[in-house]
């Protein structure tokens, strides 16, 4: 049974961000199709809601009705949306009838129906376990969980709509304290597979009532009016209509009813979307109005709950787990020992667990140097569901250090009479000596006062105990969620063991306590074990099942799969062994490939969209003939664990074929027409309010085109290509396939011209019209190609300009500075020379406005060239990135922060330059003679903290004005060549790590001012 994308089972968190982190946090889970039992009955469509309404009742859930208007998920009823917002416990369940017009196929396809049903789920406050009381639902609808490959898997689901997309922050940009749960199923696929149907409307509904003979006939004249008789123009009208009644109800007060209508603008542009009327650049603009009503409204609702005194009560945050103590005992282990550390968590997405494994990596060696403490081998692992140290003949204690400290010059230390001065009683409190210990020496021609500063060395465990929570804070995450602990990580944690050989490392973290307890396998007979000693974890896990290593699950992977191949004479392409293997290896902790087929009847569709569904949506790796390379009807998935192979096998068919059935009917409905039939179609798609739809577009390319292939010195032959490409460039983007399948945009263009007998250099520069899709994406290379691309790059880029669309420093909705990377990409690698000045006048006369002057000026100026040359030093791998930092970095450079913080750091990279300081060397904050010393250490430690890769210029200029006032100051009081080579290097380490700030982001010595 499918479920990752067609959401039969979805949990997910609500959690809290400001409105540029916004998002609603998604796991989704894989569960493969079964046939019931003999002796099990299965339930009927309306039994599995009344076990899931019996089920969660007894968790304390409230059973309410689905919501009064057409929504197209649970999550947007008010009982949801509105609900987790503000400091009311919450916890709900109801069957929402979902309305979803583009899922609409005539009843035709047998996994997918314009109105589906969702059963809907919060859990407010979230109450630690969700994962398990979810399985618990499951197995409740009569699931068998060990038999399935039950995974928590990213899927990262988004609605715009409602201001919430990406991991999971936000809903209606505000805050959720508490965080909220949310659950939701797909309840026609999980009873298609529980009832061990091939299609909905076999579904068992009530006894001696089918779904089909219900709801059938439903489908088809829904779908004929969602498809193709929706009148567009009064849609658009009917949006309009809903959204100003919303606004006009937030005025006089009513969140409900103005929710009412914001949910009534969602489903009348999901109709225009449906019906094709929508372009990428309208998108934004419905978003954009739809997601401030909704904003509105949650605001509203939470200011009269709080009005009405919260009538539902407040949640009370539970007191925090007090911290373990260090048992005094245990704290004398006087041999070497071996250390684990297993941080257990919910299911972190492939990319998180590569980045975290690298992190503590470098961290952990660093950690233990830092803190004096001796040790052997350092190994670091990596799952899905933990991140695990092992530092092999740790010491029991730190070294010992004896540290000769330099104080203040003697005659500041003694007055007249030989009396200490309140320099030198400074000096000895902060080093913990006596003045009786200090001993006058000469340094260069100045006597001092120094001591030997003898640090004891403490226990390891004391050690461990106090200091392994910064190691689990330091790991960054390009997105994290925050749960009831408010403790910011990947994913919600969960377990942490931490021993030291037998003894327990007593940590508390993110309101989890260590212990000895590890979390195997979901479906093991038994998901706990107790670890006794660090030794003895290693064997643990791997009796278990669980490779921990990332390498380790990636040659068994292919190792096994290439074996499955082989047996029906076929291998994988070579090319899944990068990036989708990777994402494979850590999407399980104990792969289990295994073999499916498909009909090869469905070998009659395009192997790019066969390919496409394998990879990219269900993560498999398909398979080709070892003798002729072409695509056969098998398919490799890799399971976690010990599983029912045959349910699963079967489960995964099911999940391909569904998607195929979709794709053929795509497929089938394109080819009933000719591509440059579809080209009209593009009238009814909006590319920009102003610049009129994709139809305009296009036929604004192809104007330009003869103009524009003469001023970049093209032959007559490559020209007259383009001319005949140009009507069909575009076409496809009516297609239903790629309406369906965006990623797919230019392929099929290029089949269907095929398809239809038209030159391969007419298919080429098809496809090559949408080139470069993304970063590190192929370019054009055949001139017709590069033509057209440039093209359609330049009507964007013009026109939005001309109206006004211009990206600015955080945001780039359009997508302008990627489409301006990739029309320079394509002019450079083709060696084209075409100038630019010439280019924008031509692509300025096709618009349907006149252009000013003014405007045309400041797309040719483009960027200052140092800051360009500034970032690109550091970002060059990342174009999109180094455009955004390019453009924020402009935006500065109208004030005076700019030159202010390269001023700022502009010292102390000249005073490190050239200099030889040991990477080794650390900070020692003993060795700080004066307050602006530790000033200058603690604002560069608040300002690394809110760095990390990919972070945005403006958040690094922003961080860097801590150091401003405490570098001036640190250098007005601080001599840093000192003579003493002990506060020398000290404070050399200091300025070279100030001076660090900016690696990755932008090469500041290239600014005017440095």
């Known amino acids: 049974m499918e479920i990752v994308k067609e959401r039969a089972g979805r949990r997910r968190a609500l959690s809290c961000a400001a409105v540029s982190r916004a998002g609603l946090s998604e796991s989704a889970v894989e569960i493969s199709e079964k046939k019931p039992q003999a002796n099990i009955s299965p339930p009927t469509f309306q039994q599995a809601i009344q076990r899931l309404q019996e089920y969660w009742a007894s968790m304390g859930c409230a059973v309410m009705q689905s919501s009064n208007t057409e929504v197209g998920a649970g999550t947007m009823n008010p009982a949801t949306f509105l609900r987790v917002l503000g400091p009311e416990p919450w916890n709900v369940a109801y069957a929402e009838p979902s309305i979803r017009p583009d899922d609409s196929r005539y009843g035709e396809n047998p996994n997918r129906v314009q109105r589906h049903t969702q059963f809907q789920v919060i859990l407010k406050p979230d109450p630690g376990n969700s994962q398990e009381l979810y399985l618990g639902s499951l197995a409740a609808l009569g699931i068998d969980i060990k038999a399935h490959d039950v995974r928590f898997v990213e899927d990262n689901w988004e609605s715009p709509v409602l201001g919430a997309w990406g991991l999971g922050w936000e809903a209606g940009s505000l805050p959720l304290t508490p965080v909220s749960v949310e659950i939701t199923y797909g309840l026609e696929r999980i009873l298609m597979s529980l009832q061990g149907v091939d299609h909905f409307k076999k579904i068992q509904y009530a006894p001696g009532i089918t779904y089909g003979e219900l709801f059938l006939e439903n489908e088809k ?297 590890s979390r195997v396998l979901r479906n093991a007979s038994q998901p706990t074990i107790q670890v006794e000693r660090a030794g003895e974890y290693v064997s643990s896990i791997q009796q278990a099942g669980i490779v921990l290593n990332m390498e380790e699950r990636r040659e068994s992977i292919w190792a096994k799969s290439s074996i499955l191949a082989a047996s029906i004479n076929g291998c994988i392409p070579a090319e899944a062994r990068g990036s989708l293997l990777d994402e494979v290896a850590n999407l399980v902790e104990s792969p289990a490939p295994l073999i499916g087929r498909f009909d090869p009847a469905f070998l009659t569709l395009p192997a790019d969209v066969l390919t496409t569904v394998m990879r990219k949506h269900q993560r498999y790796f398909p398979v080709v003939s070892e003798a002729t390379g072409q695509l056969l009807p098998a398919f490799i998935a890799v399971a976690n664990g010990k599983i029912d192979e045959d349910v699963v096998r079967k489960g995964n068919e099911a999940v391909l074929r569904a998607r195929y059935e979709d794709a053929r009917f795509f497929y089938e409905s394109d080819t009933s027409k000719k591509l440059a039939d579809f080209r009209p179609l593009l009238k009814g798609i909006t590319f920009q309010e102003k610049l009129g739809s994709m139809l305009d577009k296009s036929m604004r390319v192809e104007k330009m085109v003869r103009s524009l292939g003469l001023a970049m010195g093209l032959d007559e032959s490559s020209i007259a290509t383009a001319q005949e490409a140009a009507p069909l460039a575009s076409a496809d983007l009516a297609t239903a396939m790629v309406m369906e399948f965006t990623n797919l945009a230019g392929i099929m263009g290029r089949h269907y011209a095929s398809k239809e007998g038209y030159s391969s250099a007419v298919q080429e520069a098809v496809f090559e019209s949408v080139l470069p899709r993304y970063a590190d994406d192929i370019l054009p290379h055949s001139d017709a190609g590069v033509l057209l691309a440039v093209a359609d790059r330049l009507d964007s880029l013009v026109g939005l300009f001309a109206v006004g669309c211009q990206p600015t420093a955080s945001a780039d909705p359009f997508g302008m500075r990627r489409s301006a990377y990739g029309l320079v990409q394509a002019l450079v690698e083709n060696d084209k020379n075409l100038n630019l000045d010439k280019a924008v006048k031509i692509a300025a006369d096709t618009l349907p406005m006149p252009v000013p002057e003014s405007t045309l000026q400041e797309i040719d100026d483009g960027a200052n060239v140092e800051l360009v040359r500034s970032v690109l030093s550091e970002r060059s791998s990342i174009p999109t990135l180094a455009a955004r930092s390019v453009s924020q970095m402009e935006e500065l450079a109208k004030g005076d922060v700019l030159s202010k913080i390269v001023a700022a750091y502009a010292r102390p990279t000249r005073i490190v330059r050239g200099k030889e300081i040991d990477p080794s060397w650390q900070i020692d904050e003993t060795y700080f003679e004066v307050e602006e010393e530790k000033a200058l250490w603690d604002a560069y430690n608040q300002t690394a903290a809110l760095l990390h890769e990919g972070v945005g210029v403006d958040v690094f200029f922003e961080a860097s004005l801590k150091l401003v006032d405490p570098l001036e100051a640190f250098f007005d009081k601080v001599f840093v060549m000192a003579d003493d080579e002990r506060l020398r290097n000290n404070r050399l380490v200091l300025l070279k790590r100030v001076a660090s700030l900016p690696k990755g982001i932008a090469e500041l010595s290239m600014l005017p001012g440095f």
């Open 221 to 517: 004249e829904m779908s004929a009016y969602n498809m193709d008789l929706a009148n567009v123009e009064r849609i658009q009208k009917r949006f309009e209509l809903y959204a100003e009644e919303a606004q006009d109800l937030l005025a006089q007060g009513l969140a409900i009813p103005a929710y009412d209508n914001v949910l009534k603008t969602s489903h009348a542009f999901n109709l225009l979307d449906a019906r094709g009327a929508v372009g990428v650049t309208e998108r934004a603009r419905f978003f954009g109005r739809m997601r401030a009503l909704a904003r509105q409204c949650a605001q509203l609702w939470v200011e009269t709950r709080e009005r009405l005194n919260y009538p539902m009560g407040v949640w009370e945050e539970s007191p925090a787990l007090s911290h373990p103590s260090v048992d005094q005992k245990a704290s004398q282990i006087d041999t070497p020992q071996t250390f684990v550390l297993e941080i257990g968590s919910e299911e972190l997405p492939p990319q998180d667990v590569v980045s975290a494994v690298s992190q503590l990596e470098a961290a952990i060696p660093q950690f233990l140097k830092s803190r004096r403490l001796q040790h052997g081998r350092v190994s670091v692992d990596g799952t899905p569901r933990r991140l695990v140290v092992i530092a092999e003949d740790l010491a029991p204690r730190q070294d010992d250090e004896e540290k000769e400290m330099r104080g203040p010059p003697a005659t500041k230390a003694f007055d007249k009479d030989g009396k200490p001065t309140k320099a030198a009683e400074g000096f000895c409190k902060r080093n913990n000596v006596t003045v009786e210990e200090l001993v006058v020496k000469i340094d260069g021609k100045t006597e001092y006062v120094y001591a030997v500063v003898k640090e004891q060395s403490r226990p390891t465990l004391e050690v461990l105990a106090a200091d392994l929570p910064e190691i689990i804070s330091n790991l960054s995450f390009p997105k994290t969620m925050r749960w009831n602990s408010q403790v910011a990580y990947s994913r919600p944690l969960r377990w942490i063991v931490a021993l030291f050989g037998d003894t327990l490392v007593p940590v508390s973290y993110a309101g989890v306590n260590s212990g000895h307890t």
